[in-house]
């Protein structure tokens, strides 16, 4: 008689599983996956130990769990993620954004319901997903009186025309339609004036991007490495900034990028810039004011 798998048995083998394979968050991963197959919250798997499992829920978890023991990202696997409150489709066409980055839409937040009354045009470049900007509207819309909100201006740019078409679905996926998607290699297709620049840009040297966690390599290369010294982009942007008369610049930065992040600006002749730590206590956001 074949054995019945409940979700505890699950749980229980799969972690164990897991661990044997050096699979990091066994236990987070596992329930992941399960209430994803099963379509619960992942608390309540514990609220349905005893529930069997159907032979076609097996397969396919089965079929998910063979994708993570190959170090695919958990996030591509279930092909959503949350990013600052907010579900966001992602895939192997975009980074995963991560809780870092959440940490500098905070500081654009806070900066942006600071001033008053101003129209302003706000542009994300190499939007990926679109976590940033869609999040930063979503977030404002919420906190800004109507006719304040309808005084700003969202734009998002990105190379990739991959990128751009997830960048869309995310921003339908959220109730939005008036963010302007535009396919740009920076700034070279934009013309009008831009009040607010925000990037997470490739900022892992390559030497770095060598040495990664498997895991990573499922990612865009091209989304987390500038295959160089990882202070391409900021030479570019920071340069524009200075040649578009940008007022306000926010940028996720590495961890390790102050100093050489120093330089740049004042090879600009930018003087005015400040540094914020992370959680962790690390450097990870560049403010430039002009």
Same mark, same amino acid.
Request: hydrophobic letters at 40%; proline letters at 2%.
């Given at each position: 008689?074949?054995?019945?798998?409940?979700?505890?048995?699950?749980?229980?083998?799969?972690?164990? *599983? /897991?661990?044997?394979?050096?699979?990091?968050?066994?236990?987070?991963?596992?329930?992941?996956?399960?209430?994803?197959?099963?379509?619960?919250?992942?608390?309540? #798997?514990? /609220?349905?130990?005893?529930?069997?499992?159907?032979?076609?829920?097996?397969?396919?978890?089965?079929? #998910?769990?063979?994708? /993570?023991?190959?170090?695919?990202?958990?996030?591509?696997?279930? &092909?959503?993620?949350?990013?600052?409150?907010?579900?966001?489709?992602?895939?192997?066409?975009?980074?995963?954004?991560?809780? $870092?980055?959440? $940490?500098?839409?905070?500081?654009?937040?806070? *900066?942006?319901?600071? #001033?008053?009354?101003?129209?302003?045009?706000? #542009?994300?470049? !190499?939007? !990926?997903?679109?976590?940033?900007?869609?999040?930063?509207?979503?977030?404002?819309?919420?906190?800004?009186?109507?006719?304040?909100?309808?005084?700003?201006?969202?734009? %998002?740019?990105?190379?990739?025309?991959?990128?751009?078409?997830?960048?869309?679905?995310?921003?339908?996926?959220?109730?939005?339609?008036?963010?302007?998607?535009?396919?740009?290699?920076?700034?070279? $297709?934009?013309?009008?004036?831009?009040?607010?620049?925000?990037?997470?840009?490739?900022?892992?040297?390559?030497?770095? *991007?060598?040495?990664?966690?498997?895991?990573?390599?499922?990612?865009?290369?091209? %989304?987390?490495?500038?295959?160089?010294? &990882?202070?391409?982009? *900021?030479?570019? /942007?920071?340069?524009?900034?200075?040649?578009?008369?940008?007022?306000?610049?926010?940028?996720?930065?590495?961890?390790?990028?102050? $100093?050489?992040?120093?330089?740049?600006?004042?090879?600009?002749?930018?003087?005015?810039?400040?540094?914020?730590?992370?959680?962790?206590?690390?450097?990870?956001?560049?403010?430039?004011?002009?």
């Amino acid at each position: 008689m074949e054995k019945t798998w409940t979700v505890l048995d699950i749980l229980n083998w799969t972690i164990n *599983y /897991l661990d044997k394979k050096n699979i990091e968050e066994s236990k987070y991963k596992t329930e992941l996956l399960l209430s994803h197959v099963l379509k619960l919250k992942r608390f309540d #798997l514990y /609220l349905n130990f005893d529930r069997p499992l159907f032979k076609q829920e097996r397969d396919s978890f089965k079929e #998910l769990l063979n994708r /993570l023991i190959k170090n695919e990202p958990i996030q591509y696997i279930l &092909g959503k993620w949350e990013f600052y409150g907010y579900d966001f489709i992602v895939n192997k066409n975009v980074l995963i954004p991560r809780r $870092e980055t959440e $940490e500098l839409v905070e500081k654009v937040i806070e *900066y942006l319901i600071s #001033l008053d009354n101003k129209k302003l045009n706000i #542009l994300d470049v !190499g939007t !990926g997903s679109g976590a940033i900007i869609i999040s930063l509207y979503l977030e404002l819309k919420k906190k800004l009186n109507n006719d304040d909100f309808k005084k700003l201006n969202f734009t %998002a740019v990105d190379i990739s025309e991959k990128a751009l078409n997830v960048a869309i679905e995310n921003a339908k996926l959220n109730n939005i339609d008036d963010i302007n998607f535009i396919k740009s290699d920076l700034l070279c $297709e934009l013309e009008n004036n831009i009040d607010i620049l925000i990037s997470n840009p490739p900022y892992v040297s390559l030497s770095e *991007y060598n040495n990664l966690k498997k895991e990573l390599f499922f990612e865009p290369q091209n %989304a987390i490495t500038d295959n160089k010294d &990882g202070l391409y982009f *900021y030479n570019k /942007l920071i340069n524009s900034i200075m040649e578009r008369d940008i007022k306000k610049s926010f940028f996720e930065i590495g961890y390790n990028q102050k $100093e050489d992040l120093i330089k740049i600006c004042k090879q600009n002749k930018i003087n005015n810039f400040n540094f914020h730590k992370d959680l962790s206590g690390n450097y990870r956001i560049l403010e430039i004011s002009k």
